[in-house]
Nanobody
Framework: QVQLVESGGGLVQPGGSLRLSCAASGIIFNIYHMAWYRRAPGKQRELVATISSHGGTNYADSVKGRFTISRDNAKDTVYLQMNSLKPEDTAVYYC?????????WGQGTQVTVSS
């Protein structure tokens, strides 16, 4: 059974930081491209960051320079370090694992940026 379990969300003040984690099980983690998406209230799901099986990364323009995606293949875990958080970063953040046409999603973790 495949599981992606996100953690690390919460309430943070503007300018603060959070680190999200996504622990995978039931897949050969190191062959999967991993990504973080988010969905803000009333908005469509947005791709935030991706990391390939070889470690190459890409970011949405809205988070470049503030967020960093990384992976630890020994722990089957992908991370999203979020710095300089803004109220517009408030959303449910989802982890995604992709290999060819096979895609898995986590249940999401809420991030709220507010004073």
């Amino acid at each position: 059974q495949v599981q992606l379990v996100e953690s690390g969300g919460g309430l943070v003040q503007p300018g603060g930081s959070l680190r999200l984690s996504c622990a995978a099980s039931g897949i050969i983690f190191n062959i999967y491209h991993m990504a973080w998406y988010r969905r803000a209230p009333g908005k469509q799901r947005e791709l935030v960051a991706t990391i390939s099986s070889h470690g190459g990364t890409n970011y949405a323009d809205s988070v470049k320079g503030r967020f960093t995606i990384s992976r630890d293949n020994a722990k089957d875990t992908v991370y999203l370090q979020m710095n300089s958080l803004k109220p517009e970063d408030t959303a449910v953040y989802y982890c995604n694992a992709l290999w060819v046409s096979t895609s898995y999603w986590g249940q999401g973790t809420q991030v709220t940026v507010s004073s």
